[in-house]
């Protein structure tokens, strides 16, 4: 099968808000090609999640996986600190993202969270984005059964910057500036706590 390119950054199909898709067309062959396709770019990337618009289409489609081959470089303790876990193929049609509350009430800045991002159609850069913990994300799969996933931690962080691509939203927009570098200087900063790189970033 040959495969689409990824969509970079500066196409205007990632900054317009993806149509949903409409009901009859759930369950039919096109879409479910669609999604296969959206499937095979991201694990050839390789990536953790993918829009349908970061391939040229604008429909409200995601996929997301993420394994343990890609999260072999981090340390037990980057993965707890990420809140990074495995988690099975998912393809979500039409989601709905809420933002779910701080795990323990009253703890301080316990709803968000700040790491590193990157992403497949801003190939080469990095930069510290502020996301929330936990999210529950709605909508339904390519048979039009339902889908409702509450998420925490890295697999939450990988939902809202996939459903971001739906409201034609990059992670540049969300980003601390400052910390915007490459995916060469960033293999300094990454695994670093994130108040030792702000500083040294000034960010």
Not at 90 to 102: M, Q, R, S
Not at 173 to 192: H, P, Q, T, Y
């Amino acid at each position: 099968m040959d495969l689409p390119a990824i969509v970079l950054a500066g196409k205007p199909v990632l900054r317009k808000p993806a149509a949903p898709v409409p009901p009859e067309e759930i369950g039919t062959k096109q879409l479910k090609q669609l999604i296969a396709t959206m499937v095979a770019v991201m694990r050839k990337a390789p990536g953790v999640g993918l829009a349908a618009p970061q391939i040229g289409v604008g429909l409200q489609v995601i996929v997301l996986e993420d394994g343990e081959e890609l999260m072999s470089r981090l340390t037990p303790a980057e993965r707890a600190e990420r809140g990074r876990v495995p988690f099975p193929l998912k393809a979500i049609i039409n989601p709905t993202l809420k933002v779910l509350g701080p795990p323990l009430p009253g703890a301080a800045g316990a709803g968000r969270a700040t790491f590193f991002e990157g992403c497949l159609s801003v190939p080469g850069y990095m930069a510290l984005v502020e996301r929330d913990l936990s999210v529950e994300v709605s909508g339904v799969d390519e048979d039009g059964k339902e889908v409702r996933w509450e998420a925490t931690g890295w697999p939450a962080r990988i939902l809202q910057h996939e459903v971001d691509h739906l409201r034609g939203t990059l992670y540049v927009d969300r980003m601390i500036s400052r910390s915007f570098c490459s995916n060469e200087e960033a293999k300094l900063w990454v695994g670093r706590p994130i108040a030792e790189v702000r500083a040294a970033l000034g960010a």
